[in-house]
DNA sequence: ACATTCATGTCACACAGCTGTCAGAGCGGG
DNA sequence: CCCGCTCTGACAGCTGTGTGACATGAATGT
């Protein structure tokens, strides 16, 4: 995983355009996202990045892959790798022989992108149980969401639940700031007709809910907040 | 985008009362909206109006809208334009194939124009984000933009909102004179009523804001300011 | 079903920090 | 030594943010 809670995933698709919505999506998703068209690329990229999870299209140039899956898994250290294969054709036949190699999932285009984030998440909080029990943490700050708990430096903090997502978010990607139009798109289920200064607010219940010590939710004038140790 | 940051919009539908409509309600919401019936004068539209988003009839004349978006997708110049799908019908299966096409987002018939433009508006937030956290640096100053943070030697750096957008162009254009007026249009959101003097004094307030040590703002007399090390 | 507690979004007001301008002092080149 | 340009400190106005209170609605417990 890397920094940030931010998954690494890499996209193996020789169909640009397809290559590019899913980037967009699980861009938007909180994936890191690196693409390549090639089999044997894709290989090397996965040595370089260790992505936490492949989008492996069916038929690709160089190394197939249906080719590249078993080599995965024939190599100790991306045994575990998860992988979810996509193919152009829905038959039974691919579905079982790309489960064979080893695949993780295989979803058949065309496919829904939401559907497909969907299931890369579920296929890592199983391949990952840490995931499920994400442990984020930041200048004291714990957040255990398999538990659904806060603390700070130890002690328990009670935050309600739009809170808690607020501070899930800056938790995930600290040290960057996030304007509150950004916050309302990300932490707000329903964001239409919501005023902008009601995240202001909810940053303010979170500074108190975090209790006395440093405050960590910084105001950046005129920009946003960002989650920050140094003032 | 526009001047006045007015948004331009194509609409793409050939049902005219709904054209109609959705002109109405995106006029109001600020967007400057062209029309248009068909598909292929659509991509005719596109290239010259160069429209920020565009809202797509599945079904319309000429090139079907799933056709239009492909093609959209297909051409580096607008691989990226926002598209939101519309459709009379609601059956997941032309959901999928919506977004299998490249589309950003699908609306089904009947719609709300409010969600709608609701929906325009977050995407086109998405589409423009400056996501990237550039890194900065020049004679031991350091800029995240990211973090919206700056360093001087390691050590943290105040600057106001204008004093950032000031050190952050002097950093992208480092060793390079920029004159007062330039520095008003580039720096400034609002350069109308503005005096130049006004830069000298926000010059100051970074060379102030950089602390001690040799002044990396150096006064090229008569003609401006630039960052550079050498004296 | 009811009562109660909790969470949420909005508002009005207070406050702090930022901003643009000015006038006078300072500086440099010719 | 003079002229033109720049630096500096002060200041008033303004924008953006913090804060407490409140009404509404959802969730919870009885």
Not at 7 to 22: G, M, Q, T, Y
Not at 155 to 177: A, D, I, K, M, S
Request: net charge neutral; proline share 5%.
């Amino acid at each position: 995983m890397g920094k940030n809670g931010l998954k690494r995933l890499l996209v193996v698709e020789d169909d640009r355009p397809i290559a590019e919505l899913l980037k967009h999506h699980f861009s938007s998703a909180g994936f890191t996202v690196t693409t390549t068209t090639d089999g044997d690329e894709a290989l090397i990229l996965i040595d370089e990045i260790k992505p936490d999870l492949v989008l492996l299209d069916w038929m690709i140039e160089g190394t197939s892959g249906i080719e590249v899956c078993r080599r995965l898994r024939r190599s100790a250290h991306t045994a575990k790798l998860p992988v979810i294969m996509l193919t152009a054709r829905g038959e039974e036949d691919d579905r079982v022989r790309g489960l064979e190699t080893g695949a993780d999932d295989f979803v058949a285009k065309p496919f829904s992108p939401k559907e497909l984030v969907a299931r890369a998440n579920a296929l890592l909080r199983r391949s990952q149980p840490n995931l499920i029990g994400e442990k984020l943490s930041y200048g004291g700050i714990e957040m255990d969401t398999a538990a659904h708990r806060v603390r700070r430096d130890g002690q328990p903090v009670n935050v309600g639940p739009t809170e808690y997502r607020l501070l899930q978010h800056f938790l995930r990607h600290p040290e960057r700031v996030f304007s509150r139009q950004q916050l309302l798109d990300i932490v707000w289920p329903h964001n239409e007709e919501i005023e902008l200064r009601t995240v202001d607010v909810l940053v303010r219940r979170v500074r108190v809910a975090l209790g006395p010590g440093p405050d960590l939710l910084r105001t950046v004038r005129s920009e946003g907040y960002s989650l920050d140790q140094a003032k």
